[in-house]
């Protein structure tokens, strides 16, 4: 038996990169309504933490993929070490 589904309304529509959770542990309402109507910020504030991009090739990406399965790593905790060690290695702060 087919279920129906239910209409989308207006409201529940948003533009790409605007869609925020009805609720976030630890963002106020008004915190996640004035991240997402900053324009210039760089990344998406979640948690403590700020989401951003990394464009990769093809070979980096499967490499760093291949790399995260065989050690059972996520590429968040990949890039973060990463990171993390050239910070050191650079004597950045």
């Not at 409201?11 to 542990?25: C, T």
């Not at 499967?62 to 070490?81: C, F, P, S, Y």
Request: glycine share 10%.
């Amino acid at each position: 038996m087919a279920r129906k589904m239910t209409p989308l309304k207006s409201e529940l529509i948003v533009r790409k990169g605007e869609a925020m959770p009805a609720s976030s542990p630890g963002v106020s309402e008004n915190n996640a309504a004035s991240n997402a109507n900053d324009s210039n910020r760089v990344g998406k504030v979640r948690g403590g933490t700020i989401a951003i991009t990394v464009r990769l090739d093809p070979d980096r990406y499967n490499r760093l993929k291949g790399a995260g399965v065989r050690r059972g790593l996520t590429n968040q905790e990949i890039m973060v070490t990463a990171l993390d060690r050239w910070f050191r290695e650079e004597g950045a702060s």
